[in-house]
């Protein structure tokens, strides 16, 4: 018994003398800042039925914090199948217009009567002979470039050759088509619009050699003769040509390569591919001939009927039967234009720059993301954009004219086109062209100021699809009245 207890005695000893060390040790290691880790402890039945639910409930959870898909705040951006789900319906709802087009106008599409839409009399083919005339101005702004190139007029000379001749190529083809009887007012557009091509063509062609004559005149060189774009020869997969300086440009194969290509401003070293994809020329000649059909057809099948239906709510002046016409003419008006813009910019002027070999082929840009008004008249029609930026509105700034005016100066330069280009072959004048372009300043300011993003976007597809036709139905109507004498009354709708 003594031996048990002095044992016992001796580990109760050591015990607190073990616990005295720890606790020193302790201190010591906290003094330091250096704490370990506790050792784990014994889990009791209570704590291990605690830690088995929070496991249980975190194996059969379901729910999480988080948004609806359709909430701003998810971040979803993938919305194909909808995107589908608005086409398929886009095609049946067309399908069902189409079916009933033709349930009640039967097949309206008739190819002589397109022919007669370009001429009257088949052996009179006014707006072609026009269209040859213009060779002249093209000649008179070449020799009148030459003749300032050696010196034999004088700056003061040539810029007033230049303006009599830019003049007479509005005036001249204008005139023209409004004493001619025989010019059918297609055939007076396609005419007027060769000659407004020419003019911007012209001008750009007179500015560009001005400045190399100032250039010339602050810096001697050598000039080397050559042309602007000869024969391409591939080297090394990449194209070659040679430099061209003034006054080696002003030649005929120069201007005439020049108005041959699809630009607007003149430069005397172009871009060019290295050679003709003939598969690439094809496809966009067939491309060309399917899409002008489809165009003519829709125009006979489906707009002229509803045109012809809208006249006589403008005769009633029955507004609420105007609004419903003036929304059924939107439709077709819409794809017919959406079709013109990949015809014109995309087939035709990619077919006549791989013809030509001409190497910039920027011809517009996404101007369907458009969120503001001036965003889309600077990238759907990017020739037209580079000539306004190139030759009027910069020169306006360098002049000291302020942004905004030189702003609206452009709106107005387009605004005169676009009347020129409908009044005069239609043979009156009634500012509804004019007067559209200029809504376009105030809708710019209204866009620009109080939407954003989609909603901007939202406005910029509205005034296209309900602008143009309401343009269209003025016009219609102003010609059914000046030439017949009343609006004609179309078949029931």
Same mark, same amino acid.
């Given at each position: 018994m003594g031996d048990r207890s002095e044992r016992g005695s001796v580990k109760h000893k050591r015990r607190t003398t073990i616990a005295a060390d720890a606790a020193q040790r302790g201190g010591a290691e906290i003094l330091s800042g250096q704490v370990k880790e506790k050792e784990p402890r014994h889990e009791t039945p209570a704590n291990k039925h605690k830690n088995h639910s929070d496991a249980g409930d975190d194996a059969f959870s379901c729910h999480k914090l988080q948004e609806s898909l359709l909430s701003s705040n998810s971040g979803y951006s993938n919305y194909r199948g909808i995107?589908?789900?608005?086409?398929?319906?886009? /095609?049946?709802?067309?399908?069902?217009? /189409?079916?009933?087009?033709?349930?009640?106008?039967?097949?309206?599409? =008739?190819?002589?009567?397109?022919?007669?839409?370009?001429?009257? =009399?088949?052996? *009179?083919?006014?707006?072609?002979?026009?269209?040859?005339?213009?060779?002249?101005?093209?000649?008179?702004?070449?020799?009148?470039? *030459?003749? $300032?190139?050696?010196?034999?007029?004088?700056?003061?000379?040539?810029?007033?050759?230049?303006?009599?001749?830019?003049?007479?190529?509005?005036f001249v083809p204008a005139g023209t088509v409004l004493s001619l009887t025989s010019m059918t007012p297609v055939g007076g557009v396609l005419a007027l619009s060769v000659f407004t091509i020419l003019f $911007?063509?012209?001008?750009?062609?007179?500015?560009?050699?001005?400045?190399?004559?100032?250039?010339?005149?602050?810096?001697?060189?050598?000039?080397?003769?050559?042309?602007?774009?000869?024969? /391409?020869?591939?080297a090394n997969g990449t194209s070659g040509y040679t430099h061209v300086s003034y006054p080696a440009n002003l030649t005929h194969r120069d201007i005439y390569y020049f108005i041959f290509v699809p630009t607007l401003c003149y430069e005397l070293n172009f871009p060019c591919s290295p050679r003709i994809r003939k598969r690439f020329l094809l496809r966009r000649l067939l491309e060309m001939v399917f899409l002008m059909q489809l165009m003519l057809g829709l125009m006979q099948q489906w707009m002229?009927?509803?045109? #012809?239906?809208?006249?006589?709510?403008? #005769? =009633?002046?029955?507004?609420? *039967?105007?609004?419903? *016409?003036?929304?059924? $003419?939107?439709?077709?008006?819409?794809?017919?234009?959406?079709?013109?813009?990949?015809?014109?910019?995309h087939s035709s002027m990619n077919f006549v720059a791989e013809l030509m070999q001409f190497g910039d082929r920027e011809f517009y840009r996404d101007w369907w993301n458009s969120e503001t008004i001036p965003y889309f008249w600077s990238n759907w029609n990017i020739p037209v954009h580079k000539w306004c930026l190139r030759h009027f509105y910069k020169p306006m700034l360098a002049k000291g004219v302020n942004k905004f005016t030189a702003q609206l100066a452009v709106f107005f330069l387009s605004a005169f086109f676009h009347e020129y280009l409908v009044s005069v072959p239609l043979k009156m004048f009634r500012l509804w062209a004019f007067l559209g372009m200029m809504a376009q300043i105030p809708l710019a300011y209204f866009v620009g100021r109080f939407l954003r993003g989609n909603y901007g976007n939202a406005a910029v597809w509205m005034s296209l699809i309900i602008g143009q036709p309401i343009a269209v139905l003025m016009y219609v109507h102003d010609y059914y009245v000046l030439h017949y004498g009343s609006a004609a009354e179309g078949p029931a709708a």
């Open positions: 995107l589908n789900w608005c086409v398929v319906m886009l /095609v049946l709802s067309n399908a069902r217009l /189409v079916l009933e087009n033709l349930i009640k106008y039967g097949i309206l599409v =008739d190819p002589i009567q397109i022919i007669s839409l370009f001429l009257k =009399d088949p052996y *009179r083919w006014p707006a072609l002979c026009l269209i040859i005339v213009s060779n002249v101005f093209i000649m008179a702004a070449l020799y009148i470039e *030459r003749k $300032l190139s050696v010196g034999y007029i004088s700056e003061g000379t040539g810029t007033f050759l230049h303006s009599i001749n830019l003049s007479a190529m509005l $911007l063509k012209l001008y750009s062609y007179r500015d560009v050699n001005k400045w190399c004559r100032e250039i010339r005149h602050t810096k001697a060189r050598t000039l080397s003769r050559s042309h602007s774009c000869p024969s /391409v020869h591939k002229v009927p509803t045109i #012809q239906n809208s006249m006589k709510p403008f #005769q =009633d002046m029955d507004f609420c *039967r105007i609004v419903e *016409r003036l929304l059924k $003419l939107a439709v077709p008006n819409h794809f017919i234009w959406l079709i013109f813009f990949y015809w014109y910019f």
